[in-house]
């Protein structure tokens, strides 16, 4: 099965890095969903959630303030300015 290879990076470094099925992020213009074999692309993203669906874990979500997405051959990289774990505990 084709995955993604993902790297989420904030101001301080790297925040996570790995293999992916899919991403989800706060693009400018709405959500977009990224899968492999997505055709290239690059966004600006506004504040809100970005989500990493890893195979076999629970879906891994941070709260961005904005930043950008870049998309190319599988290779997906998140930059924003900063990114905090989201928990479900309330």
């Known amino acids: 099965m084709a995955q993604l290879e993902v790297d989420l990076v904030d101001a301080d470094g790297k925040v996570w890095s790995g293999a992916a099925r899919q991403v989800s992020v706060p693009a400018a ?4 969903g990224i899968l ?4 290239p692309v690059l966004a600006l ?6 989500r990493v669906h890893v195979s076999g874990s ?11 997405l870049s998309v190319d051959s599988d290779q997906v990289t ?9 928990t479900d505990q309330g």
């Open 29 to 32: 213009e709405g959500e977009i």
């Open 36 to 39: 492999p074999g997505h055709t």
């Open 45 to 50: 993203l506004r504040a809100g959630e970005v």
């Open 58 to 68: 629970p879906v891994m979500r941070w709260r961005v303030d904005g930043g950008f």
């Open 78 to 86: 998140v930059a924003v300015d900063a990114a905090r774990p989201v």
